[in-house]
């Protein structure tokens, strides 16, 4: 995968007129939260507007968010049109995700599809996933499969039929595989760097404005379990 540029500690994987891809790290947040810390968003505008010589304030969409904690490819839009057709891509299902991830329990079986209902509880910012419906659940679907077997842990490949909250890591833990490092959904420590081994790894859609097919692959983060992979 071509890195377009590394500038200022940001990855970007993908750079035209109309849209900027870039790779998250673990503990950047896409957008500003309560914390008040620096969100993802302005660092990206900070780029454009010194790569570009831009006077003024910097257009930039928020197209999706990646939880806290993981890993990956984040899409932001450079202009209003690009948002408005990439927020209905994503809204439509129209989009191509697929995930890495790391978990300590093997699933059953070596690939499977995976149906839940998943409530999320507001209060400690979680989704359980249920195997029947229930009051304000929503359906939550994918398939995985296992990639690689390591010592002590398995790499599963997921891609993603719905983009519910936190639905990875709710429907892994459901089956007893919760993500290596992720102690909200069960895994029985942190990682050292206070994130979890979720990664989104691909991405392929069409550009909302050139038509052109557009198949984006972030590199994982450097470690020594993702480098075994």
């Known amino acids: 995968m071509k890195i377009v540029s590394n500038k200022n500690n940001l990855q970007v994987l993908?750079?035209?007129n109309h849209l900027i891809v870039v790779n998250k790290r673990v503990g950047d947040i896409v957008q500003g939260d309560k914390t008040g810390d620096k969100p993802l968003s302005d660092v990206v505008k900070e780029y454009i507007k010194d790569k570009y010589n831009k006077p003024g304030e910097v257009f930039l969409g928020v197209v999706h968010r990646l939880d806290r904690p993981t890993t990956g490819i984040v899409v932001f839009a450079r202009t209003s049109k690009a948002l408005t057709r990439m927020n209905e891509l994503f809204s439509n299902r129209e989009t191509q995700k697929t995930y890495w991830c790391i978990v300590k329990n093997k699933p059953s079986n070596t690939e499977d599809k995976l149906v839940h209902f998943l409530k999320r509880n507001e209060?400690?910012?979680t989704s359980k996933a249920h195997l029947?419906?229930?009051?304000d659940s929503?359906?939550?679907s994918l398939d995985y499969k296992?990639?690689?077997e390591l010592?002590?842990?398995f790499a599963l490949e997921i891609n993603l039929h719905t983009g519910r909250h936190h639905q990875i890591r709710a429907q892994l833990s459901a089956i007893g595989s919760p993500i290596k490092g992720d102690?909200?959904?069960g895994f029985d420590r942190s990682n050292p760097d206070g994130g979890i081994h979720l990664h989104a790894r691909k991405l392929v859609f069409i550009h909302p404005v050139t038509?052109?097919?557009i198949e984006i692959t972030a590199p994982v983060p450097d470690d020594v379990i993702w480098n075994a992979i």
């Open 211 to 213: 038509k052109e097919n």
């Open 123 to 125: 209060k400690n910012n």
């Open 14 to 16: 993908h750079e035209d």
């Open 132 to 135: 029947k419906e229930v009051p």
């Open 138 to 140: 929503k359906l939550a």
């Open 151 to 153: 010592n002590n842990y």
């Open 146 to 148: 296992i990639i690689k």
């Open 183 to 185: 102690l909200k959904y």
